[in-house]
C-alpha cells in the first residue's frame, strides 16, 4: 500500500491530478477497525480545464499509469499489487471531502484521506447495505466530532438519509 499512496502523491506532483483523497474501507481504517475491502477508492480532484470539458474523462489518469506500467483491468488499475479505482469528484459533499482531506502518515509516506464525518456522510449518501453497517461500526469511534458530522448532514441536505442509515441522529 505504501508503494501505491507513493504512485498517487506522484500523480499530484507531476500534476496528472490536481489532487486525490483516499475513501472507502481503506480509509476508514484510519479511524476505525479494520474493514473487508477488495481495492482502494481515490477520489481524484482533475484540473479546471479538464473539469471543464464537456465529458469528463479519467484518460490522462489511466495513461499516465500504463506509462508507468500499471496495467488497468476492468474499473480498476493495478498500482503495485493493489486493485484502485478513481473516481472523480462527482458532487458538492464529495469535493469538499477532497479539498479537507487529511495528510495521513502510512509508513514512510503521506496520503492525503477523508475525514472521518466526511466518510459517513458519504457512506449515508451512497446508502447501500455494507455502508449500513459500516456506519454502525464507525460511529463508536472515539474521534467523531457528532457536531461536525451533524453540520455537514444539514449542509449537503443528507438527514433523512443519515436518519435511514444509521437509525440515530448525527
Request: with cysteine; glycine share 6%; charged share 25%.
Amino acid at each position: 500500500m505504501e508503494k501505491t499512496i507513493r504512485v498517487l502523491n506522484a500523480m499530484k506532483a507531476d500534476g496528472v491530478i490536481a489532487d486525490y483523497a483516499i475513501a472507502g474501507a481503506i480509509a476508514a481504517t484510519f479511524w476505525a477497525e479494520p474493514l473487508t475491502t477488495y481495492d482502494l477508492d481515490v477520489f481524484v480532484v482533475l484540473s479546471p480545464a479538464e473539469m471543464s470539458k464537456p465529458v469528463l474523462t479519467l484518460d490522462k489518469v489511466y495513461s499516465y499509469l500504463a506509462k508507468k506500467g500499471h496495467k488497468a483491468k476492468a474499473e480498476h488499475v493495478d498500482i503495485e499489487g493493489i486493485p484502485v479505482q478513481f473516481l472523480p469528484v462527482y458532487d458538492a459533499l464529495v469535493a469538499e471531502a477532497a479539498a479537507e482531506a487529511l495528510n495521513l502518515k502510512y509508513g514512510h509516506e503521506t496520503a492525503r484521506v477523508v475525514g472521518l464525518e466526511h466518510l459517513l456522510a458519504i457512506m449515508a449518501s451512497v446508502g447501500r447495505p455494507k455502508d449500513k453497517t459500516r456506519i454502525a461500526q464507525m460511529l463508536g469511534s472515539a474521534r467523531l466530532d457528532r457536531k461536525r458530522l451533524a453540520d455537514i448532514l444539514c449542509r449537503h441536505g443528507l438527514l433523512k438519509k443519515w436518519r435511514a442509515a444509521a437509525g440515530t441522529k448525527p
